[in-house]
């Protein structure tokens, strides 16, 4: 522990389906780090998604709210299901996860791709197109289609019609490019900007934007991809890329793409970032079809937790203990169903999985 930290404080989202039971490492992997003195930390727990419907009345009730505000980060579990579909489309769980992402002004998603070696014969591609991958898709967060209005469904002569409208400003582009270049300069100072510009003005003016931030970077290389040939290069010949960047509905279907090179989607973490407090998340849904079977991946939450002491409580060191950690599990050969492939020693369930990781945590915290 820092001799300078104060007291940090998170807010504990499980949310519905697989969520609580890939939190359920988590909340022993804080325990550890606050009794063996490795961290100054408090938390509580919060309602939101489903479940909170279910006992509020509303996917993102307003004492969520406050206690996000109360925090210094928020983590995740994950959100909806089947059961929620015919509600009300503000009633729904997904309206919660936009909400927050607004109110807490988390206007940059950071969503990691590595592979683990360990995972290469886990993956769909061939090991020589994916070993060594390593990149980083940073995706606008609070702006874009999901956010534009007018929106909706109306009836027009007895026809209905959906609108939802695809709108950036200048200020969202620029701050969002930031984000990338920034991240560039810490990595291989490469961003690929990601666009539509050949048919969408919101893309024209996002390539405008890209290059006028730019000149500030001039040690960073940029590029421009349309987004359908980004789809295809992911897949083709992903190691080339550094950093991607791209608007909201774009980043919302390539970093998912990405999440297969590495193995299983069970493998991605994210971290929405830009306002006071950040947002940490696994990439993956609630999974309501193995939710209870004890057979969820819980790397994607352990890793979440690693970029929540990386990015909101500057804690480089613990986000690198966990990050080990569960290499260290891999190369011992144990997998969850989602992973498992070459080199697998053992399919082992999410309770066993997060057991693993977690007594590996206590081994490198011993031998630091």
């Given amino acids: ?38 961290a100054l930390l408090e938390w509580e727990d919060g309602l939101i998604g489903g479940i909170a419907t279910d006992r509020t009345g509303f996917p993102l009730p307003p004492e969520t709210v406050e206690k996000a505000d109360r925090c210094d980060a928020v983590l995740l579990g994950a959100v909806g299901g089947p059961k929620y579909d015919t509600l009300p489309y503000d009633k729904r769980p997904e309206r919660a996860l936009l909400g927050i992402r ?7 998603n950071l969503r990691p791709a590595r592979l683990f070696p360990e995972l290469s014969g886990s993956s769909t591609l061939k090991p020589e197109v994916i070993s060594d991958l390593d990149l980083m898709v940073v995706r606008e967060l ?6 534009g209005k007018p929106r909706g469904i109306v009836t027009e002569e007895g026809i209905r019609r959906g609108i939802n409208t695809e709108t950036y400003t200048e200020p ?6 930031r984000v990338a270049f920034d991240l560039a300069r810490k990595r291989r100072k490469k961003v690929t900007s990601v666009d539509k510009a050949n048919v969408l003005e919101s893309s024209v003016l996002w390539r405008e934007v890209a290059e006028s931030v730019h000149k500030k970077y001039p040690d960073v ?16 010949n992903p190691k080339q890329f550094d950093v991607l960047v791209t608007g909201n509905l774009f980043g919302d279907i390539l970093s998912d793409e990405a999440a297969q090179l590495t193995g299983s989607i069970g493998m991605l973490a994210s971290a929405s970032i830009g306002g006071k407090t950040g947002l940490y998340e696994p990439i993956h849904g609630s999974a309501p079809d193995i939710a209870g079977k004890d ?21 480089e060191d613990l986000a690198g203990f966990l ?3 569960v290499r260290n599990v891999l190369k011992e050969g144990y997998r969850t169903t989602d992973i498992r492939g070459d080199g697998t020693k053992k399919i082992v369930g999410t309770r066993e999985m997060g057991e693993k990781v977690f007594l590996e945590l206590k081994k490198v915290l011993e031998n630091k």
């Fill in 295 to 315: 057979i969820a991946n819980p790397l994607a939450m352990i890793l979440s937790l690693a970029l929540l002491f990386r990015y909101s409580l500057d804690r």
């Fill in 221 to 236: 290389e940029l590029s421009h991809m349309y987004v359908d040939n980004a789809a295809m290069q992911l897949v083709r």
């Fill in 323 to 325: 990050e080990t950690s």
């Fill in 102 to 108: 607004e109110h807490l002004g988390a206007f940059a």
């Fill in 1 to 38: 522990m820092k001799s300078e930290e104060r007291m940090k404080k998170i807010l504990l989202l499980p949310g519905d389906g697989i969520g609580p039971e890939v939190f359920g490492p988590v909340q022993g992997i804080l325990e550890h780090l606050v009794k063996s003195g490795h």
């Fill in 142 to 147: 609070t702006g874009g289609i999901y956010f």
């Fill in 172 to 177: 969202e582009i620029d701050r969002i490019m």
